[in-house]
């Protein structure tokens, strides 16, 4: 089964960037689709972005759009989420996730079979 380490949280203000990225270990990162998810204390974990398994083809929550970009080098088994005019409403443990196949358009969690331990995200206003 699939490894997955996210690195790049931390804490910035609010209209501030941040660069998520997830390293994958196993065989099956170059032909599935990844995402990103995240989970705010007291709330339900929510879709944010998820990419193909070329990166052809991306997919954004509403709250999202405009501000994140979603992105991935096979050759180095990482996707990645810069995140760009951060609110303090985007504060979450923001997870990365590899989907059972290579294109994922919904804001489901179901197709999404590993996961990783996630990083904080902390946005002060």
């Known amino acids: 089964q699939v490894q997955l380490v996210e690195t790049g949280g931390g804490l910035v203000q609010a209209g501030g960037s941040l660069r998520l990225s997830c390293a994958a270990s196993?065989?099956?990162?170059?032909?599935?689709?990844m995402g990103w998810f995240r989970q705010a204390p007291g709330k339900e974990r929510e879709f944010v972005a998820s990419?193909?398994?070329?990166?052809?083809?991306?997919y954004y929550a509403d709250s999202v759009k405009g501000r994140f970009t979603i992105s991935r080098d096979n050759s180095k088994n990482s996707v990645y989420l810069q995140m760009n005019s951060l609110k303090p409403e985007d504060a979450a443990v923001y997870y990365c996730?590899?989907?059972?196949?290579?294109?994922?358009?919904?804001?489901?969690?179901?197709?999404?079979?590993?996961w990783g331990q996630g990083t904080q995200v902390t946005v002060s206003s």
């Open positions: 996730a590899e989907g059972s196949y290579g294109y994922i358009t919904t804001v489901s969690a179901d197709p999404y079979e590993s």
């Open positions: 196993g065989r099956t990162f170059s032909t599935h689709a």
């Open positions: 990419i193909s398994w070329n990166g052809g083809t991306t």
